[in-house]
């Protein structure tokens, strides 16, 4: 199982783009990257997956380099209500595995 | 389309009683796991079920048990109840999609342990 590490916790103003990135030095040929964000007492929610390169939605852009070592979650213009913990998860291809989940990203957001 | 279902939403309970979660998963996912989320140790995986049979386990004690019925909905039964098993239980189901296949989270179950 590949391991993530992010960073504990962000602030960032409303209206500000933010970057989370995770580390995932093993990731293997065949796992994809996920995030989730998760509110409390509530369930994550999913964001976004990737493999390589570049992949955009309507709430969030991930960004994935070549040696695929990291990834970076972007939030364009955070709101209040974007102030939640991001996951990032390496999954496999396979989808059987025990999903682990790291400590997460708390991410403040500040009027 | 409905979303993951889970019951009850809270529960206390105290110490050495049993208790019976329930999750109620997408219409057509087969897949349910279930993790038990604290803030000492996060969200941790408990066990995965398949069509009815358990796939994966998570590093838990055997007072953790799981089933998964024919319509694919899943119990989880925690046995023996001790303090430290007051958490967020949170069951996860998960579709058909490009790449691994992506987990839809229920609400949770709040359970209090006195």
């Known amino acids: 199982l590949a391991k993530t590490t992010q960073p504990i916790s962000m602030d960032s103003y409303e209206g500000q783009e933010v970057n989370i990135t995770c580390s995932h030095n093993?990731?293997?040929?065949?796992?994809?990257i996920t995030w989730y964000q998760q509110f409390p007492s509530q369930g994550p929610r999913f964001i976004i997956q990737?493999?390589?390169t570049k992949v955009t939605n309507e709430v969030a852009s991930l960004f994935i380099p070549a040696d695929r070592k990291s990834s970076t979650l972007s939030l364009p213009r955070v709101s209040l209500s974007d102030t939640a913990v991001y996951y990032c998860l390496v999954e496999n291809s396979g989808g059987y595995q025990k999903v682990t989940f790291g400590t997460g990203t708390k991410l403040q957001v500040i009027p | 389309k409905a979303g993951v279902t889970q019951t009850p939403r809270y529960l206390i309970k105290t110490r050495g009683q049993q208790v019976t979660l329930s999750c109620s998963p997408i219409s057509g996912h087969r897949s349910v796991s279930w993790y038990q989320q604290t803030p000492g140790q996060g969200l941790q995986f408990l066990f995965e079920y398949f069509s009815e049979t358990q796939r994966n386990k998570g590093n838990f004690p055997g007072r953790f048990s799981g089933r998964q019925f024919s319509n694919s909905r899943s119990e989880m039964n925690v046995s023996t109840l001790e303090l430290g098993d007051s958490a967020l239980y949170l069951c996860?189901?998960?579709?058909?999609?490009?790449?691994?296949?992506?987990?839809?989270f229920g609400p949770g179950t709040r359970l209090t342990v006195l």
């Open positions: 996860a189901t998960r579709g058909q999609r490009e790449g691994p296949d992506t987990q839809y």
């Open positions: 093993n990731i293997a040929t065949n796992d994809y």
């Open positions: 990737g493999y390589k």
